[in-house]
């Protein structure tokens, strides 16, 4: 792989950021999109536990993606203690896509939605909660969003390839997913993989990171943290887009694992291995 360093820009206007990123479909770290935000201090690993810890949430593992009954299932548990486990260490349980807005939607007072651009989705903020070195496995998002990912307190490594990079990063069909272990990338078992090209980003406290619609991303948990992703559309073909792959991912996708299982993965495997090496 080769892995390029992303770009840091701040006081940067809405017709700069047209201009240079979102026409071109290219990524940049902003350094002060949060800089108001009353939630950048205000919320904590503390703050969630004491106000929130009561809560249900949604919990994914390792094994989100393995075949058969479970597969995509989550599992729920109390906030706090998902909290506490991960302030404990390593752990792989991530909180994934989670709107604690729809439970607590006096939060949305701590942070205001950006200018940047037009076309917010105001009714889908997510959070995304995990524990030191857990890992977001290689995607790109299924609704083809352009995505605003702050962080908060700790540190997040993002790895992002364009669409173009797909024929080297073993694409699975009928999914957005990719089995490629970017952590301890496997050049034998995939060797197309040192062809793709990407970008690599550390996300520190208060950085807002752009991704493009259909950009691939890898996200690893440098340190248990939480972020906040603010997702806007402003283009119709990607919504056309994005119909298109959730049919194929709750349709085809699913209903094939009900029906095959382990073979269905094996086949999705070997697709994407045959297509990544004839290129």
């Known amino acids: 792989m080769i892995l390029k360093s992303i770009e840091r820009r701040s006081n940067l206007s809405k017709e700069a950021f047209k201009n240079e990123y979102l026409d071109k479909n290219l990524p940049v770290i902003l350094t002060d999109m949060s800089k108001d935000w009353v939630g950048l201090d205000k919320w904590s690993f503390d703050f969630f536990k004491e106000k929130y810890g009561d809560l249900q949430v949604p919990l994914v593992d390792k094994n989100f993606h393995n075949p058969g009954a479970h597969y995509m299932e989550k599992k729920k548990v109390a906030f706090k203690t998902y909290i506490e486990a991960i302030e404990k260490g390593p752990t792989d349980l991530r909180l994934f896509l989670f709107n604690i ?50 962080q908060f307190h700790t540190r997040k490594k993002v790895l992002l390839f364009d669409k173009d990079q797909s024929k080297y990063l073993y694409h699975q069909p009928f999914t957005v997913q990719s089995q490629v272990d970017l952590h301890n990338p496997d050049y034998d078992k995939f060797p197309a993989l040192r062809k793709a090209e990407g970008i690599e980003a550390i996300l520190e406290h208060g950085d807002t990171i752009y991704i493009p619609p259909h ?21 119709i073909a990607n919504k056309f887009v994005a119909v298109r792959n959730l049919v194929q991912h709750s349709v085809i996708d699913k209903g094939m694992n009900k029906i095959m299982g382990e073979k269905w993965k094996n086949w999705k495997l070997e697709t994407a291995k045959h297509r990544a090496e004839t290129y």
Request: proline share 7%; net charge negative.
């Open 215 to 235: 950009w691939w991303h890898y996200i690893e948990y440098v340190d248990s943290g939480f972020s906040l992703a603010l997702r806007a559309h402003n283009s």
């Open 101 to 150: 807005f729809a439970e607590a939607p006096e939060l949305r007072e701590d942070f205001t939605w950006p200018t940047i651009m037009d076309g917010f989705v105001k009714t889908l903020p997510f959070m995304f909660f995990g524990g030191k070195d857990s890992i977001t496995p290689l995607h790109f998002d299924i609704d083809c969003p352009s995505n605003f990912l702050t």
